[in-house]
């Protein structure tokens, strides 16, 4: 029996329930009234992308995001070359799944350096390269700042004011930002980034996570469901409402409790959490 609908806005990262083949999440998806999904490259590669793209157009699904390209602090040219042609065939596995948001995780400090500053310029150097390649194939870029915790290996992008930075070299039509709640919500700066963001059209997609503690080992797959932290979800959902954001919110969960769940009880949860989160607004 299929489920009542999703919230409309509802958006169900393909990570958050990463257990499910994509055929499976599809299913799971028209069993909870799901209408929109977040895909990640590696699964998608792995099952075919011409395929997996006839497979959730048939089933109604609307991509949100694309993710993930980024990585781009390399030094070496043959390195930094290789990036930016990897980030090329992510444009266009993301154009062939219909959406046009790539999210970029942007790269850490090459290996034996302590250049952030430098880090990010070639960041900036490698968004240059391929953000006019996207343009023309319907794809915009959206750097995603990281928690500092991830500034040596993982994103030289720590706020969103650096990741706007960046952003603001291209058009707006071109790159924007990702806002993701478990990354920036220490930052008190962010609502006045985020009204920055709003007012040049350059928040392209926005993404809720919770902060639980203690932080589990391995915190890369810590991020809390909804409603199992500390962070003030409404609170920031609101805050990108009123700089004019209006798109499909996405519940992006890097989580080894949930993924030892049952996938389609983790949706089934995911949907419930998000729809009382919504419900005031």
């Given amino acids: 029996m299929t489920a ?40 998608v590669q792995a099952y075919g992308v011409d395929k997996a793209a006839r497979l959730l157009r048939d089933a109604g699904l609307h991509v949100t995001t694309h993710c993930r390209g980024g990585f781009l602090t390399a030094v070496e040219d043959g390195a930094r070359r290789a990036a930016v042609d990897d980030n090329k065939r992510a444009v266009d596995e993301a154009a062939t799944l219909g959406t046009d948001v790539l999210v970029l995780v942007s790269g850490g400090l090459p290996e034996g350096s302590c250049d952030l500053a430098g880090a990010r310029e070639r960041i900036a150097d490698g968004i240059a390269e391929i953000a006019p390649y996207a343009e023309e194939r319907g794809v915009r870029l959206a750097v995603e700042p990281l928690h500092p915790m991830y ?26 930002v990702c806002v993701d709640t478990y990354h ?13 963001a709003g007012a040049a059209g350059r928040i392209a997609t926005f993404q809720l996570a919770d902060w639980v503690t203690p932080l589990p080992a391995g915190v890369l797959n810590g991020r809390g469901q909804l409603g199992d932290g500390v962070i003030d979800l ?10 004019g954001y209006t798109g499909p919110v996405e519940v992006e969960l890097f989580n080894d409790g949930l993924w030892a769940r049952d996938g389609r009880e983790v949706l089934r949860e995911t949907v419930s959490r998000f729809g009382a989160l919504a419900e005031p607004h």
């Fill in 4 to 43: 009542a609908p999703a919230h409309p806005l509802f958006s169900l990262n393909q990570m958050t329930v990463k257990q499910l083949s994509l055929p499976e999440l599809v299913e799971a998806c028209a069993e909870s009234g799901v209408r929109h999904i977040g895909t990640w490259r590696e699964p």
């Fill in 151 to 176: 500034a040596a290996d993982r994103c030289a992008v720590s706020t969103l004011g650096q990741a706007l930075d960046i952003a603001e070299r291209f058009p707006a039509e071109q790159v924007g």
């Fill in 184 to 196: 920036v919500w220490w930052d008190e700066r962010v609502p006045a980034q985020i009204a920055r």
């Fill in 234 to 243: 409404a609170g920031w959902w609101r805050c990108v409402r009123e700089a």
